[in-house]
């Protein structure tokens, strides 16, 4: 069975600083998806940026990136410049490639220090 | 629409009584799917449709749950006799049959569903 664990349920950080959410996952699989996705309080689910494992090149998006170390099966994500709007929740998220749906970690509530 | 919209918002209901959350997913897409977000937990998978039908619905907990996209594009997850335990986010995500899932796969806000 696929598990998704965060084990950072709350993280701050100074505005424009760095900050790293961690995330581990478990699987069997060799080939798979993995995603960082932010929740505010309107509750929608945001994608942020995703990994393909099979990608060893880490994905980037903007001030975000992740560092994926397949073989620990660990999947972390840095956010540069850090914003006040990047407060919220933060989930950690895998996905089969033939999957439909996410498996999603307790995610990481990031707080945003002006 | 330009979302996807779940209404209503926000929802509380006595213990025992019949709930009704409705889903309008975006216009053409194929795919819905039914997540329940508990509090301090990420989002679990409940059920998804591929047009009219349930092509995977391994994720409801009991037959207390159902859910129903009769002309392929609003759902409505229906729950019986609710229960406590029942209190929850609920979460729609809707995606179109082409391209890279997750890049279309856009979330609703939600019903805050309060059993009390």
């Known amino acids: 069975a696929q598990t998704v664990t965060q084990s950072q349920p709350e993280m701050s950080v100074q505005e424009a600083e760095t900050v790293t959410l961690s995330c581990t996952y478990d699987?069997?699989?060799?080939?798979?998806?993995l995603f960082w996705y932010k929740q505010p309080p309107s509750r929608q689910m945001i994608l942020v940026i995703r990994?393909?494992?099979?990608?060893?090149q880490n994905a980037t998006e903007n001030r975000f990136s992740v560092n994926f170390q397949k073989a620990a099966k660990s999947f972390s994500l840095k956010i540069s410049d850090s914003q006040l709007g990047d407060a919220a929740m933060y989930f950690c998220?895998?996905?089969?490639?033939?999957?439909?749906?996410?498996?999603f970690g307790t995610g990481t509530s990031l707080t945003v220090i002006p | 629409g330009a979302g996807v919209s779940q209404t209503p918002s926000n929802k509380v209901t006595e213990k025992g009584k019949y709930v009704e959350l409705r889903c309008d997913p975006i216009s053409g897409h194929t795919a819905l799917y039914w997540y329940r977000q508990s509090l301090g937990q990420g989002p679990e998978f409940l059920i998804y449709f591929q047009g009219t039908g349930a092509a995977d619905d391994s994720g409801l907990p009991n037959d207390r749950f159902f859910a129903v996209r009769p002309e392929g594009s609003v759902s409505t997850l229906k729950i019986q006799r609710t229960e406590r335990g029942d209190s929850a986010v609920y979460l729609c995500a809707s995606s179109p049959t082409t391209g890279p899932l997750e890049y279309g796969y856009t979330f609703g806000s939600g019903t805050r569903l309060t059993v009390v």
């Open positions: 699987t069997s699989e060799s080939d798979y998806y």
């Open positions: 990994q393909e494992a099979y990608k060893q």
């Open positions: 998220a895998y996905r089969t490639l033939t999957g439909n749906q996410f498996y």
